[in-house]
């Protein structure tokens, strides 16, 4: 499966090499390419990944790095489940040199968004101004206004990375499949750092994955805790793979904690976010990618002037191994076996006046236990405003008997036209004539017959 879908995506990336090849050399240099399309980039989670450090010569390398970068991320959860709601592409931009500067060799390179390792050699950050920064807004402000994730790919084989800015992950190309995914954790979800290295002066404030809070009921992730889970729970194997507290966390040995004893956030070499960091990246998601992708019809208040049948439906995230749950709703009201994507009514067994149509939809993914914002619901709902026309109704009149048999009684309604129609039985009706309202009215006068059994006479509106 994931080999047939890296196929696909290197398809994508020739046909983004050959239209390389067809622009001018001087707009080439900042090209977008998609590299996963999954729906528009109104409606879904957009990743672009932008070339640090590579030369016009790196460039179709530069290419190759970025679908890595993608291909990595959906190979991992939550990602993997939920590729269907991002979009990712690549940002090919020229520098002058490769590389990046290494302070700690008094090493410079003449780059586009003037990145740097740290002294340490560790830690790559780019300004946080004009000259850094503001490029990456700049570009994909022009680009792909409707970004929500940058990650700036550092042409380097030291491995380094950091969580740049809000919308801006960091890693060197050495640090794709370790480094970048702990980065994008910081910047998509806002998680913190699960480790105890200290970090001075860094601001004691907790984040989804820490906390400093140890009553069990108090915990922010105590949905995901047993009851048999001891807290704080013991750093020893047999708790690795539970949900618990335990200690060391936020850049502190002691009084900080984590919720699993291993985390991508706690090392970068573990491969696995925990249960409460994966949460977090499910709730990022929702945050910018709605359940219902689509609905139909696009309005969401309709006019009701005849009695045809009334048809909608949804068009629902489809994350990689299970299906988001739908329920049709009328006036607030589920009704019954209406779970399918497409919905129909019939007019003309509602009463007159305003009547809801609702579709609300779930994702009931295992990932989340904790949506206090409702992300991962959501309905839409259609006003529909009864306007059926009105049957024409009509009335007659007390029968006037006339001499030699005759009788006659008029008719009144709003109907255009009055079938007569006469039985003997009240079950088998004949029709005698069609007679015109005119101001709403008309008569009626038998033809003069000896007829002596009890006849019956009805008038039928004709529009
Ligand atoms: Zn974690």
Redesign the pocket.
């Known amino acids: 499966m994931l080999s047939f879908l890296n196929n696909l995506r290197y398809l994508g990336l020739a046909i983004g090499l050959l239209l390389l090849g067809l622009v001018p050399a001087g707009t080439a240099a900042e090209s977008l390419f998609p590299i996963v399309s999954n729906g528009p980039v109104a409606a879904r989670y957009n990743i672009v990944v932008l070339a640090e450090g590579y030369t016009a010569a790196q460039q179709t390398r530069f290419l190759t790095d970025a679908t890595n970068v993608v291909n990595t991320l959906f190979a991992r959860e939550p990602w993997q489940e939920y590729e269907a709601g991002f979009n990712a592409f690549a940002l090919s931009v020229v520098s002058a040199q490769s590389g990046s500067d290494h302070p700690a060799y008094s090493l410079s390179k003449d780059t586009y968004f003037n990145s740097t390792y740290d002294n340490a050699d560790r830690i790559i950050t780019i300004p946080s101004g004009p000259s850094g920064q503001g490029k990456v807004d700049a570009l994909l402000s022009t680009h792909l206004p409707e970004w929500d994730l940058a990650i700036l790919l550092v042409n380097d084989l030291v491995p380094g990375g950091s969580d740049g800015s809000a919308r801006t992950a960091i890693a060197s190309v050495s640090g794709i499949a370790d480094i970048l995914p702990h980065e994008i954790?910081h910047v998509a979800a806002g998680?913190g750092d699960?480790y105890t290295t200290p970090n001075p002066g860094f601001p004691d404030v907790e984040e989804p994955?820490t906390t400093r809070q140890t009553t069990r009921d108090k915990i922010k992730w105590k949905a995901w805790i047993a009851d048999t889970t001891p807290l704080p729970t013991p750093a020893t194997t047999d708790y690795q793979d539970r949900i618990g507290l335990f200690e060391g966390a936020h850049y502190h040995e002691t009084g900080w904690y984590?919720?699993?004893l291993n985390?991508?956030?706690?090392s970068q070499y573990t491969p696995e976010?925990?249960?409460?960091?994966?949460e977090a990246l499910v709730l990022a998601l929702y945050e910018r990618v709605r359940p219902i992708l689509a609905a139909t019809p696009a309005e969401t208040e309709l006019a009701v002037t005849n009695a045809d049948p009334l048809y909608f439906s949804v068009i629902t995230l489809e994350p990689a191994t299970h299906p988001l749950s739908i329920q049709w709703l009328l006036n607030g009201s589920p009704i019954e076996g209406a779970v399918a994507p497409q919905f129909s009514l019939n007019p003309a067994t509602l009463p007159s006046g305003q009547h809801a149509v609702s579709a609300l939809v779930a994702d009931p993914t295992a990932f989340v236990r904790n949506d206090p914002a409702g992300l991962l619901h959501q309905t839409n709902t259609w006003l529909l405003n009864m306007d059926l026309p009105v049957k024409p109704e009509l009335t007659l009149s007390q029968v006037q008997y006339l001499p030699n048999n005759s009788f006659a009684f008029s008719i009144a309604g709003t109907a255009p036209q009055a079938a007569i129609e006469s039985s003997i039985d009240l079950r088998h009706w004949t029709e005698l004539g069609i007679l015109p309202l005119v101001n709403g009215e008309a008569r009626y006068t038998n033809a003069n017959s000896p007829n002596t059994q009890p006849t019956f006479f009805r008038a039928r509106a004709i529009p």
């Open positions: 954790g998680l699960e994955n984590r919720p699993k985390c991508t956030m706690q976010f925990c249960e409460v960091c994966r």
